[in-house]
């Protein structure tokens, strides 16, 4: 079983930055695939960002490429995710996910364990 805790969510204006992290407990946890997620007021969650085991491989959404970084220290069982140039569409409570599977997940069905979420809001 695997436990993940986001922090790192605030109020910040538009055009500027977070950094989410996401604490794994775990001995496990240098071996699973890692990615992050939203879900804003009435959408369905929706993927940003996935990185392999390895980080020799990460993956974005068209809508955060360029913007958002996904990265990790397995050393620490801790994954990141930046988050620059923000816009107030980027509202949302973010999640990060864990997947046991450690290569490259994209759907929400791929991933086994998910945290409890980080209210990141954008102001204009």
Do not use: H
């Not at 879900?39 to 369905?44: D, I, T």
């Not at 392999?52 to 809508?63: G, I, K, M, V």
């Not at 220290?73 to 107030?88: R, Y």
Request: glycine share 10%; charged share 20%; hydrophobic share 35%.
């Amino acid at each position: 079983q695997v436990q993940l805790v986001e922090s790192g969510g605030g109020l910040v204006q538009a055009g500027g930055s977070l950094r989410l992290s996401c604490a794994a407990s775990g001995r496990t946890f240098s071996s699973y695939a890692m990615g992050w997620f939203r879900q804003a007021p009435g959408k369905e969650r929706e993927f940003l960002a996935a990185i392999n085991w390895s980080s020799s491989n990460t993956a974005y959404a068209d809508s955060v490429k360029g913007r958002f970084t996904i990265s990790r220290d397995n050393a620490k069982n801790t994954a990141f995710l930046q988050m620059n140039s923000l816009k107030p569409e980027d509202t949302a409570v973010y999640y990060c996910a864990a997947s046991r599977i450690g290569w490259l997940r994209l759907r929400v069905d791929e991933y086994d364990y998910w945290g409890q979420g980080t209210q990141v809001t954008v102001s204009s």
